[in-house]
């Protein structure tokens, strides 16, 4: 479980089969109470056995008597989270689950809105694209899928035709047209995007020419972070303490081994978490989570993966 982090104890109560390889899970309070409430967009952390804790987003928009509802891929290549939900999880056992959290909030009064999801990415971009139904606003959806049996949610967005584009790959030939979709957009649109890493590259690069906060990106994990370099003096500004942190190593690891707890859940710059205040020094951002102005102003950094270029950093801890 995320040290520092606000867990509810939950119940899993059900378990549906979404697609190839893919499982809806649903938490809900033991009790029956509403849960707190969260934004299209946002996702909860699961604790898992052995310390584990995954980021699932939410599938549906929030009502006070549902659960929280999230989609999990099977990803063999992954660190195991959804091996064991998959194989292990049982209807009726206890989970902790963490507070909603949203790193990829929607605008709703947007004048049009472009909702871009590759495979399990479809999570969040299904939850938006229901809300927008919701209240009415002008939207379209763009899925992309390796083959018809891995499209999730595919008879609830077939009713959307015709402001849903269903891509797949295999009957395609090729993958989804980022570049295209994007392009199209109107101006003064939204445009969001979750998928793989090479789907959100093409997406970022195709947006380039539009305001910053027009477009918007969610990372379900790093595609590959680069390894720091140099050694740094890391300095707790609450306690005066100073550490040093090797080359190769996290601040994360290095207070951890110190035996300080730190919040963090992600441990890949993904999530949020670890993000801490920087009072002194330079950080050498390698998240995928804060955007290039926040990097620019050096306030804040994810110290699970980020270091210093400054010989010392100083941080509100
Ligand atoms: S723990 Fe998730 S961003 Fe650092």
């Known amino acids: 479980m995320a040290e520092g982090s606000i867990t509810l104890p939950l119940r899993l109560v059900a378990i549906r089969y979404a697609a190839q390889d893919t499982n809806l899970y649903e938490f809900a309070s033991p009790g029956g109470g509403p849960l707190p409430a969260y934004e299209p967009g946002a996702h909860i952390d699961v604790c898992l056995p052995g310390g584990l804790m995954?980021?699932?987003?939410?599938?549906?928009?929030?009502?006070?008597?549902?659960?929280?509802?999230?989609?999990?891929?099977?990803?063999?290549?992954?660190?195991?989270g959804s091996k064991w939900l998959h194989e292990q999880a049982r209807v009726g056992a206890a989970f902790e689950i963490g507070v909603p959290r949203n790193n990829f909030p929607l605008k709703e009064d947007a004048p049009h809105t472009v909702l871009i999801a590759g495979g399990i990415g479809i999570t969040p971009i299904w939850c938006m694209a229901q809300r927008l139904e919701e209240?009415?606003?002008?939207?379209?959806?763009?899925?992309?899928?390796?083959?018809?049996?891995?499209?999730?949610?595919?008879?609830?967005?077939?009713?959307?035709?015709?402001?849903?584009?269903?891509?797949?790959?295999?009957?395609?030939?090729?993958?989804?047209?980022?570049?295209?979709?994007?392009?199209?957009?109107?101006?003064?649109?939204?445009?969001?995007?979750?998928?793989?890493?090479?789907?959100?590259?093409?997406?970022?690069?195709?947006?380039?020419?539009?305001?910053?906060?027009?477009?918007?990106?969610?990372?379900?994990?790093?595609?590959?972070?680069?390894?720091?370099?140099?050694?740094?003096?890391?300095?707790?500004?609450?306690?005066?303490?100073?550490?040093?942190?090797?080359?190769?190593?996290?601040?994360?690891?290095?207070?951890?081994?110190?035996?300080?707890n730190v919040p963090a859940s992600c441990e890949q710059g993904v999530c949020g978490t670890c993000e801490t205040r920087i009072l002194e020094g330079t950080p050498d951002h390698r998240d995928l989570l804060l955007t290039p102005a926040e990097k620019a102003s050096g306030k804040t950094m994810m110290i699970c993966c980020s270091g210093s270029l400054s010989e010392r950093i100083v941080l509100d801890l």
Do not use: N, W
């Open 54 to 80: 995954r980021q699932y987003s939410l599938a549906r928009p929030y009502r006070a008597d549902q659960g929280y509802l999230v989609g999990v891929k099977l990803d063999a290549k992954t660190r195991g």
């Open 135 to 260: 209240i009415g606003a002008s939207f379209e959806v763009h899925y992309a899928v390796r083959t018809r049996a891995d499209a999730a949610f595919l008879a609830e967005l077939e009713r959307l035709a015709p402001r849903l584009t269903l891509h797949v790959d295999v009957e395609a030939e090729a993958v989804m047209d980022v570049s295209g979709a994007a392009a199209a957009a109107p101006r003064g649109a939204h445009l969001y995007c979750c998928g793989p890493a090479p789907m959100l590259e093409a997406f970022v690069a195709a947006c380039a020419g539009r305001p910053a906060d027009h477009v918007h990106v969610e990372y379900f994990s790093a595609p590959e972070l680069k390894p720091l370099e140099g050694g740094f003096i890391v300095v707790l500004a609450k306690s005066g303490r100073e550490f040093e942190v090797g080359p190769g190593s996290t601040i994360l690891e290095t207070l951890r081994k110190a035996g300080l």
